[in-house]
């Protein structure tokens, strides 16, 4: 089937929304984000308002310099999606996991579970992590270099993929007369011996229904976009306008076809932060209220995380130091881009708000018609197939978008009223995942 609306996730990192400083918001939940009841709440409201899916970010370690004004603690993706399956039915789960600080044999494990328990709507969002806080949290005195990590990552991803691969669609058999519970000629075992890994298999979970739970990845450093158009079915993006939405989508074509691959067969999704407001007074009102919240000590944390670079001893109220080259850079060289492209007569305390309100993303603010008028415009312009919803304020941002937003872009067309059958990949108008063991046969998708 094909897909011919926007794809539209309530995607939180901080579970009081996108800003460091959301927490602080007078209105914010405080212990309540760590109950079932919170995001149950959530999750049937986003499955009301037919979104494609819930969208989790994670890190697996405290970030030591944000501890005391940071959101730093958060439930862990896969087991609340596990629970949220119970409460939901088409909604996609899109859980957070790194290739740095789990095995390919545990991982491909827990998301074939989670697409069974799901009826098919698991999603693995790729990352390879970048905080030393995480790395001591797994024996490593220091985070292992950027490429030696997307090395590691395309072969985890290999090994993950033909586990799932690893029972056919038709190896379980279940014939009590003759006691025959599984065809083993049907059962593939792995003897994979790679540069970072060895994996007997097969997995002790059968097929998952989508085959291959949906990929997902973030980052466009060079490294990023090879692994994302070698494997990804849907890439997360930070963009700023409409042309540059366009030309890096003829970029991302062009890697495909060298790779025989089908653009629409690859989902390229913008991060925005949608805000509805009444009027301007409301909007100025928001930006006093934001400037209150955040703190310059929180600002020059953030900037130093990003840069991998204490700035404190450097004058706040001056522009950055030469930054790192971002060839040798072992953080995120999607963020170390996005600060170079910056205006570099901001000062250091500038540069470091702008960051605490997500200035990465796409921010969409205005009346509900208004942000319904500018989503729908970057959809059909073609610079993004759908968004990652950030919202600065959970759950009150969403309410707003859900309640006002949505039926506006139901009325436009661009926003499916209700979801199609099948898992999320068949949502979603994404092929069918071929079984590596068995090409004989084709996958049935259920």
Do not use: C
């Amino acid at each position: 089937m094909s897909h011919n609306t926007m794809i539209l996730n309530l995607f939180f990192f901080n579970p009081q929304g996108d800003y460091r400083f959301s927490w602080r918001h007078p209105d914010a939940p405080e212990r309540e984000v760590f109950t079932l009841k919170y995001y149950a709440d959530l999750a049937r409201k986003a499955e009301a308002a037919t979104l494609d899916a819930i969208f989790i970010a994670d890190h697996t370690g405290i970030w030591d310099s944000g501890l005391s004004h940071y959101a730093n603690a958060r439930l862990e993706p896969l087991t609340l999606l596990s629970a949220l399956a119970a409460v939901t039915e088409n909604i996609g789960l899109m859980a957070t996991a790194s290739t740095s600080y789990t095995e390919p044999y545990n991982l491909a494990r827990y998301f074939a579970s989670l697409d069974f328990l799901s009826s098919g709507r698991a999603s693995w969002n790729i990352v390879t992590s970048w905080l030393e806080e995480e790395a001591a949290n797994y024996g490593l005195e220091q985070i292992p270099q950027h490429d030696a990590r997307y090395q590691r990552a395309g072969e985890f991803i290999d090994v993950v993929t033909r586990l799932w691969d690893s029972w056919d669609d038709d190896a379980l058999r279940f014939d009590k007369r003759a006691g025959l519970f599984a065809d083993k000629n049907r059962v593939h075992h792995l003897a994979h011996r790679g540069d970072f890994f060895r994996v007997r298999g097969p997995l002790n979970v059968p097929r998952p229904p989508q085959g291959h739970p949906v990929l997902v990845q973030a980052g466009s450093s060079e490294a990023g976009k090879r692994l994302a158009t070698a494997w990804a079915d849907m890439h997360f993006v930070f963009i700023k306008s409409v042309e540059q939405g366009l030309a890096y989508r003829q970029e991302i074509d062009q890697r495909l076809a060298a790779l025989g691959r089908r653009p629409e067969h690859f989902k390229i999704i913008a991060g925005v932060l949608p805000v509805v407001v009444d009027s301007d007074e409301e909007k100025a009102e928001r930006q006093r209220l934001n400037e209150r919240l955040m703190s310059d000590q929180m600002a020059i944390d953030l900037l130093s995380a990003y840069l991998k670079l204490d700035l404190s001893p450097y004058p706040s109220d001056r522009p950055l130091p030469p930054l790192p080259d971002e060839a040798t850079f072992d953080g995120i060289r999607t963020t170390l881009s996005l600060i170079r492209d910056y205006d570099p007569s901001l000062s250091i305390l500038e540069l470091g708000r702008l960051l605490l309100q997500s200035s990465d993303s796409w921010l969409v603010i205005g009346t509900a018609q208004e942000v319904a008028d500018t989503l729908a415009d970057i959809y059909l312009s073609g610079a993004a197939d759908g968004f990652n919803l950030m919202f600065p304020l959970l759950p009150g941002d969403f309410d707003r978008f859900a309640d006002r937003v949505v039926p506006l872009l139901k009325a436009k067309g661009v926003m499916k009223s209700e979801y199609a059958p099948g898992t999320l990949r068949e949502k979603l108008g994404l092929p069918a995942a071929k079984n590596r063991f068995s090409s004989s046969s084709e996958p049935q998708q259920s």
